[in-house]
């Protein structure tokens, strides 16, 4: 089993940035892929953001390239999102996801995180 825990969730206004941070515990080595996605009030969960622990290349939605960036420590088992030029639009609810296939942690990922708020004010 593989437990994740995010942070870094907040307010923040538009055009500002936040970071979050997902550690992973427990079976890691079960994983090789890591993603963000996010819920917003009303609408379906959706893709942010993968990245395999193992790669450097990531993989974004079409509506947060060239804001978010996705990272990963592998000494901390943990994995960010740097958000930067926040639009009120991207207010969510934002998970973390792993699976042992990355086409999966971008679709339907076997784990979860509790998710963290994200409210960007206009």
């Known amino acids: 089993q593989v437990q994740l825990e995010e942070s870094g969730g907040g307010l923040v206004q538009a055009g500002g940035s936040l970071r979050l941070s997902c550690a992973a515990s427990?079976?890691?080595?079960?994983?090789?892929?890591m993603g963000w996605f996010r819920q917003a009030p009303g609408k379906e969960r959706e893709f942010v953001a993968a990245i395999r622990w193992s790669g450097s290349i990531p993989y974004y939605a079409d509506s947060v390239k060239g804001r978010f960036t996705i990272s990963r420590d592998n000494a901390k088992n943990t994995v960010y999102l740097q958000m930067n030029g926040l639009k009120p639009e991207d207010t969510a609810v934002y998970y973390c996801a792993a699976d042992a296939r990355l086409v999966a942690v971008t679709t339907t990922p076997k784990t979860w995180g509790q998710g963290t708020q994200v409210t960007v004010s206009s």
């Open positions: 427990g079976r890691t080595s079960s994983t090789s892929a």
